[in-house]
C-alpha cells in the first residue's frame, strides 16, 4: 500500500494502529469484482427447493453435472431450504418442492 491508502500511528503505549482509507479499498475490490465478472443471481424463491445442472461456460454448452437442495429446515416458526453448494455460476434451476410449516409440498400446490 502506498502512503495515500494507508498511514500506520504508533501510540504512546508502543502501540501500531493501521488506518485504511476505506473509499480507495471498496473502489479496488469494486474493480475487481467488475473485472473478474460475478455471476449472475437467479430470482428464485427463498422457500422452493431446486435441482440444479450446472455448466462449465455461461453459453452453458458443457454440462458438468447435477445437484438438488438438502431438504427443508426449521427453527420455532423460521422455515428455510437447507441449499445445496452449486459448484459452477453457471447453471439452471428446477423447483421439485417447496418447504412450509407441514413440511414439503409440491410447487403449485
Known sequence: MDGQAARLSR???G???????????????????VTLGAPVAMAEDPLTAYTYTYYADAAKTQVLGKVSDQGCGRVGDFVY?????????????????????????????
Open 11 to 13: 501510540f504512546s503505549d
Open 15 to 33: 502501540r501500531v494502529s493501521m488506518t485504511i482509507r476505506i473509499k480507495a479499498v471498496l473502489a479496488g475490490a469494486a474493480a475487481a469484482f
Open 81 to 109: 431450504v437447507v441449499r445445496a453448494n452449486i459448484p459452477s455460476p453457471y447453471y439452471d434451476a428446477e423447483p421439485i418442492y417447496v418447504c412450509t410449516g407441514g413440511g414439503p409440498t409440491l410447487p403449485g400446490d
